[in-house]
């Protein structure tokens, strides 16, 4: 089981990016996927996660502002991040877990992929 995050990059304020989270080695289709994100000295923490029914669940930080997808077809888990402030710029990664549910709870999550760094500049 490997989650590939991918996406990443520099944006100036205002900006967007689409983060993508790939699976390899098992279907998403029956996972929950939930996006965190780790800024420097800070915790993880839940920005968005989507059921394999596709319930969403967005922290409040981001709402409105980013939109959690599945391309069930593609094994790949989207998150369109749009107006972008500098205090979105951390570590994102995405995790999956064997569940129909949606949850920020990092530690509900038992699959891990690397981080992206999303960096959004004044």
């Known amino acids: 089981v490997q989650l590939q995050a991918s996406g990443g990059g520099l944006v100036q304020a205002g900006g967007s990016l689409r983060l993508s989270c790939a699976a390899s080695?098992?279907?998403?289709?029956?996972?929950?996927i939930g996006w965190f994100r780790q800024a420097p000295d800070k915790e993880r923490e839940g920005v968005s996660c989507?059921?394999?029914?596709?319930?969403?669940v967005y922290a409040d930080s981001v709402k409105g502002r980013f939109t959690i997808s599945r391309d069930n077809a593609k094994n790949t888990v989207y998150l369109q991040m749009n107006n972008l402030n500098p205090e979105d710029t951390a570590v994102y990664y995405c995790?999956?877990?064997?569940?129909?549910?949606?949850?920020?709870?990092?530690?509900?999550?038992?699959?891990w992929g690397q981080g992206t760094l999303v960096t959004v500049s004044s």
């Open positions: 995790a999956a877990e064997d569940q129909d549910w949606g949850s920020l709870i990092p530690g509900l999550y038992h699959y």
């Open positions: 080695g098992f279907t998403l289709d029956y996972y929950a």
């Open positions: 989507i059921s394999s029914s596709g319930s969403t």
